[in-house]
Each structure stands twice: as C-alpha cells, then as structure tokens.
C-alpha cells in the first residue's frame, strides 16, 4: 500500500470515526403505561401465590400433572412440530435482516479488474480519415462509505432488532401455544376414552334392561310398547358409543399432526389420567410481570418499539445524506504497465444529496410512521387487558369448576341410585318403563357431565399456565431445541 492509499484509509476512518458520534433524530422508546402497570393485584387470585420475583414453580410446568405419558407428547411435539420449525426460520430470516442492515453501515469497498478496447474515427484534413484502436487495461480499488449523520442507519438497526426479538418471541410463544395444544388434546382424549367406556357400559346396562323387559313380556306381565322403548333405548346407546368413538379417532389424529406424525400413525393411548390435576396453588405474580413473561405481550412492545425507531428513520430522510467514494488503482495500455507505479490513478468525491421537493412524500412517510406507532400502542394496551383478562378466567374459573364438581358428583351418585331403584322397583312391578329409562337416561347424563368437567379442570388448569406465561422450556431443553 502506497503513501496516498494509506492517507485516503486515514482521512476515511477519521471521518467514520466522527459520524459515530452523530445524532439521531426521532423520539426514543420508553414503554408506555398500561392497566398492569398500575393494577396492584388479581380481583380473584384466591389460593395462589402472588410474589413477582419467585416464579420456580412454573418452570417445566406440564410436568406438575403428573403424567409421563404427556411429558413425553411435549417433547416429541417441540423436537418435530412443523409450525415450530417454521417460527424457527422466521428467525433465521429476521437475524439474516439484521446482519444486513448493520452490514449498511460499514464501508463498501470493491476490486475492479478491466480491459477495454476501442475504435474511433476522424478526418485529418487533406489526409483523409484515420481510425484508431486503444486498448486500456484498468485496476482499481474503490471504497463507498455514507455518513450516518443524522441516525437513518442507526434506526434502522434498531428497529430491525426489535423486529428480530419479535421474532423469537413470537418462536416462544407458538411453543407455549404447542404444549398447551398437546395437554389439551391428551386431555381430551381421555376424557373421550372416558365417555366411550361410559357409553359402552352404558350399552351393557341397557341390554340388560331388555333382556328384563323381554322376559316380563313373554310372561304377560307387561306389553309390547315396554319392549319397542327398551329396543329404541339400546339402539340409542350403541349409536352414542359410535359417535364418540368417532370424535375419539379425530382427536388422536389431530394430536398426530401436532406430533408431524402421519394421522393415525400412533398407538394408542393410555385410556386414562389422573382424577384430577394438582391444584396446589401455583404463584401468578403481580399483573406487570406479565409485561416481560408472556411472549405475545412482549411481541406487542417489541413490534411498538421497532415502530418507534422507524419513526426516526422517517424523519431523517428528509435531511441529506453524505457519502464519501473513493478510488485508487492502475491504468495502462498494457497488462505488464498495470503493475508499474508510474500507472497510478486515484479519486475522492463527496456528494451531499439533500432533497428539496418531493410533493410532500417525506413528510407523509412521517406521518404515516407516527400513525403506525399510535395503532400499535392501541395493540399494545389490547393484548395487555386480554392477558389480565385471561389471567382472571382462569382463576375464577378454577374456583367456580371446584365447586360445581361437588354437586356434580352428588348428582351423579344420586342418579345412579335412582337407576338402580328403579330397575328393581321395574322387576317388581311397581313402577313402569318410562321411570326406568328416565332414570338411565338421567344417571348417563350424569356421568358423561363428571367425566367432561374434570377435563375442563384439567384444561383450565393449562390456560392458567398459558395465560401466567410460565415458562415452556427450560435451560436443558432450550438447548437441546437448538440442536435439533
């Protein structure tokens, strides 16, 4: 490197080093007030602990049902779901973005290597005309660099770093949302398996009312309209059982897919959970840790602090820009004189493009990026309320399902002694078929509402983790994740 190409590498990085320091126009993101800013507490949080520092307890949180079968449906759906690999990508794209961006902000420097041949024409006076031939051949090393005088570049970096967060958080929350999926299906296909031993048992019950009321008839102790109702009763059962055998498969191919496993590809499943799900109290925090906890929160703020920062790079389009070139290298009529000293050439230029008119467009793209900046505020306070609001469904929720659960299994006992009354009362004779396939009917709706309230306990138990922003995934499992 020669004397004038260090001082044009020394004057460049002298002034690189003084627009570092530049300003940068626009407002600076803070985060706005919200409702869980200000509210001191949950209106129901009943049992549970609030401690906004302590939150050990929601780590790993679907392995606190219990329940192997599940641990294992999370993991097999966190290392093949495709919806997750897709988030996973978006990051990618988003750290691609990012790379680039701040890849706008470092000189541009290019080698040029060229050979050129040309032919011209004249008229030399009474001589006539002549032609000539040149050929050039040129190398050259060229550097661009734009001064970020006024914070464009700088923004913009911001704000696609706010995007790229986004997109990792929004990554966290497809996971949150994937293992809330896979309880709830695992859930419901028990409570199907559930309803279908119910509905089977249900079947045997009253085929065996049938067979009591056939017998009665065939000794003249009742007629014939018992027998066509305890006929139309079974057959009612047994068309139930195919109905929820039915649903039952279309779950377990949903619960496939989440897997990326082909539809019906799976084996089937233990039948049953837990009678219930551990309702210890579980800490919830105040309503502001849900600000920084949940993923869809933070992607709200994080897309409004990317909106922020676009503000500035709006603005500052409207100032000039300035931007150094220069260039040193060689030209010869030879290739060997390319190489020779005596050949050098060199050129630095400063332009400063500031624009004058533009019929408004600038101050447009401000406004529009203030406007875009106030709708996303809007989001933002939205996503909050519907976070405290979820946090509060669930809670109350909770409470109000516990207690129905008591007189749900009141009115199933209840039922079933009815049932069973009424068929020895039937054998007997003192009551008719009516009461007894009423009492069948009421017992089977009985127990098919037990069986389906405890897994919406189940399940509301999962929207309460969902709605705290538990944590999905712990530190082994986030790195296992990323090997995959």
């Given at each position: 490197m020669n004397v004038?190409?260090?001082k044009l590498v020394l004057i460049l990085c002298v002034i690189i080093s003084v627009t570092m320091t530049g300003c940068m126009l626009g407002p600076d993101y803070s985060r706005p007030q919200t409702p869980a800013s200000t509210a001191d507490t949950y209106v129901r949080p009943a049992s549970h602990n609030q401690d906004v520092n302590d939150f050990p307890d929601i780590h790993r949180w679907w392995m606190r049902f219990g329940d192997p079968v599940t641990a294992d449906l999370v993991k097999q759906a966190l290392e093949n779901n495709y919806d997750l690999k897709a988030a996973a990508a978006k990051v990618l794209?988003?750290?691609?973005?990012?790379?680039?961006?701040?890849?706008?902000?470092?000189?541009e420097i290019n080698y040029n290597l060229n050979r050129s041949r040309s032919k011209t024409s004249f008229n030399f006076g009474g001589a006539g005309r002549f032609n000539n031939i040149s050929t050039t051949w040129a190398q050259d090393v060229t550097v661009s660099y734009i001064f970020d005088l006024f914070g464009k570049l700088k923004r913009a970096e911001k704000a696609s770093w706010a995007d790229m967060l986004a997109a990792q958080t929004n990554?966290?929350?497809?996971?949150?949302?994937?293992?809330?999926?896979?309880?709830n299906a695992r859930v419901q296909i028990?409570?199907?398996q559930n309803q279908l031993?119910?509905?089977?048992?249900?079947?045997?019950?009253?085929?065996?009312?049938?067979?009591?009321?056939e017998r009665r008839y065939s000794t003249g102790l009742v007629g014939p309209v018992d027998v066509r109702l305890a006929r139309e009763n079974l057959a009612a059962a047994k068309a139930a059982e195919i109905t929820i055998q039915l649903t039952l498969i279309k779950a377990r191919n949903a619960l496939d897919v989440l897997l990326a496993k082909p539809p019906g590809s799976s084996p089937i499943l233990p039948?049953?959970?837990?009678q219930l799900p551990n309702l210890d109290p579980v800490t919830i925090g105040l309503p502001a840790s849900l600000l920084d906890r949940r993923p869809d929160v933070r992607s709200a703020e994080l897309a409004l602090e990317s909106s922020s920062e676009k503000i500035g790079v709006s603005i500052a389009q409207m100032y000039p820009d300035l931007?150094?070139?220069?260039?040193?290298?060689?030209?010869?009529?030879?290739?060997?004189?390319?190489?020779?000293g005596e050949t050098e050439i060199y050129s630095a230029i400063f332009r400063l493009a500031q624009p004058i008119f533009k019929g408004g467009q600038l101050k447009a793209q401000v406004d529009a990026a203030k406007a875009r900046y106030?709708?996303?505020?809007?989001?933002?306070?939205?996503?909050?309320l519907t976070a405290m609001q979820e946090v509060e469904d669930a809670l109350i929720s909770e409470q109000l399902l516990q207690e129905r659960l008591k007189y749900v299994k009141v009115r199933f006992e209840q039922a079933r002694a009815a049932e069973n009354l009424s068929i020895q009362r039937y054998q007997r004779g003192v009551e008719g078929i009516l009461t007894v396939l009423e009492s069948e009917r009421r017992r089977r709706i009985a127990e098919n509402d037990l069986a389906i309230l405890k897994g919406r306990i189940w399940t509301n138990r999962v929207n309460l983790f969902l709605a705290l922003g538990g944590d999905w995934i712990g530190p082994e499992e986030n790195s296992e994740k990323q090997d995959i």
């Open positions: 004038l190409t260090k794209q988003a750290q691609a973005v990012l790379a680039e961006i701040r890849g706008r902000q470092l000189p990554e966290w929350a497809l996971i949150n949302s994937l293992i809330a999926s896979v309880i028990a409570t199907l031993d119910i509905a089977h048992a249900d079947t045997e019950s009253r085929n065996k009312t049938q067979q009591i009321v039948a049953t959970l837990a931007i150094l070139s220069a260039g040193v290298g060689r030209s010869a009529d030879r290739w060997r004189d390319i190489w020779k106030s709708e996303l505020a809007a989001n933002y306070a939205k996503t909050i």
